[in-house]
């Protein structure tokens, strides 16, 4: 497929989304919310599927968990991708559970070569369930944690060497990230396996000023530092397939259509795009 | 000292059982609570409409303390939530909440089970009545706290739903 941008489908825009011209759009699901026996969620779904390319993202896996991904869940997964026959499929470098619970959340480890062995096992694991490769996210950090081995470069890099996933590069993640933990984001994505790379996310983050940090809250419109680290990264690895991000505070469905068009004519200036 | 395991039952357990904490601690914790509380608020949208945002979302705090999610599927998040309502002391001067509450499960139920779906439940207070009138939106409500019966079924893609007096 060529390279084009995408956006994240919310059911509220399913009218507007479908009504969307054809060229080039497609649309990024979130998989638990389809992970349901039938009704109205997978009638859409597949409605869906049918006009448009998909792309199932992941957030319940749990792949940083010390434990193996909880089969039931991946089977769900498994059956979410036989519906929507994504084009692409991703998930967290997070966990999720212990003790049996399922926290809403992507949580932070410290990145031992411990975690590397468990979190590479454990896309081995999906891998092989699915039957194909999947896209890793970095993560939004707030806080420096004691005890890692690796850098997160390095460890992602890691991943790709040793389990053949590619990259979902988050430039929002890694621009929250390097503002709270202080360090530089070019360096970073220069850092990363670009050949890797295999789609990328646009989001809005959040200032917490009492906190004195940036919260990644997916609520707002992308803001310029992060179109700047976006356009610095495609114009040095190429295109590559691009979602906006917005899961709270929903705007109009042509405001982000705005956002997808921006980042469409970074992905190909040389073609105007049509209004 | 940095196992992965044991910094990760350390760092859940931060998240559910504490209330202060490191700054980070502290992010994460809203974070899950604001994903339980905004599916329960999907979950049970007659709830939220009946007793407003303040004391629905101090309810479901404290539901969401007693009773974290097991699955990443919060489409079908808050299973107990009408019997915890049927014990929480300040629902007690709204007897019918628990059983319009077993009302909005059954439509959860009813909106993500494989077909043919039928779903049936008897409640008491007039939940029913009270349920249906929150749903359509109709100006008056009579309610004689009767006992009642609801049907819910999907014969075409939306649910449909029927009274049933005794």
Redesign the interface.
């Known amino acids: 497929m060529k390279p084009t941008a995408g956006l994240g489908f919310k059911p509220e825009y399913f009218e507007n989304a479908l009504a969307c011209p054809r060229a080039g759009q497609w649309y990024e699901v979130h998989a638990e919310n389809y992970m349901v026996a039938g009704g109205p969620r997978l009638a859409m779904l597949a409605v869906l599927r049918d006009s448009f390319p998909v792309s199932v993202h992941g957030v319940g896996l749990s792949l940083a968990a010390d434990h193996e991904p909880d089969a039931e869940h991946l089977a769900r997964l498994c059956e979410v991708a036989r519906r929507a026959e994504p084009f692409l499929i991703s998930e967290h470098l997070a966990w999720s559970s212990f003790e049996g619970y399922a926290l809403p959340d992507l949580l932070p480890f410290p990145r031992t070569r411990a975690a590397l062995e468990r979190v590479a096992d454990n896309i081995d694991i999906v891998q092989n369930a699915l039957r194909r490769r999947i896209l890793i996210e970095n993560p939004s950090l707030y806080v420096q944690l004691e005890g890692h081995e690796l850098p997160e470069h390095e460890f992602l890099t890691e991943l790709v060497t040793r389990t053949g996933c590619g990259l979902l590069v988050d430039v929002n993640n890694v621009y929250v990230s390097s503002r709270n933990l202080g360090f530089d984001a070019s360096d970073y994505l220069a850092a990363l396996p670009s050949a890797a790379i295999g789609e990328v996310h646009l989001a809005g983050h959040t200032a917490d000023a009492r906190a004195g940090l940036l919260i990644d809250t997916h609520d707002a419109a992308v803001t310029e530092d992060v179109w700047r680290l976006y356009e610095g990264l495609i114009e040095r690895i190429g295109p590559r397939p691009t979602l906006i991000e917005r899961d709270d505070n929903l705007p109009p469905f042509a405001e982000l259509m705005d956002e997808r068009e921006r980042a469409h004519r970074v992905l190909c200036p040389e073609v105007a795009v049509h209004a | ?5 044991t ?3 350390a ?2 357990r931060a ?2 059982d504490g209330s202060g904490g ?3 601690v ?3 914790r809203n ?2 609570m604001k ?2 509380l905004d ?1 329960l608020r999907a979950n049970y949208p007659t709830i939220a409409q009946l007793v407003g945002d303040e004391w629905f979302d101090a309810c479901a705090l404290e539901y969401a303390r007693a009773h ?9 998040y808050g299973e107990e939530f009408p019997a915890f309502l049927a014990t929480f002391a300040p629902a007690a001067e709204l007897p019918y909440l628990p059983d319009v509450a077993r009302i909005d499960r059954l439509w959860v139920e ?6 043919p ?1 039928v779903r049936f439940a008897w409640v008491r207070h007039s939940a029913a009545t009270i349920w249906i009138h929150h749903r359509t939106g109709a100006s008056s409500l009579t309610v004689d706290d009767s006992e009642e019966g609801i049907l819910l079924t ?1 014969p075409r ?2 649910i449909e739903y029927t009274l049933c007096k005794s």
């Open positions: 000292m940095h196992d992965l395991g910094f990760q039952r760092f859940g998240l559910l490191a700054l980070a502290t992010i994460h974070t899950v994903g339980w599916a974290p999610a097991r699955s990443p599927v919060l489409a079908l009813a909106h993500t089970a494989a077909d779906v999907r893609g939306a």
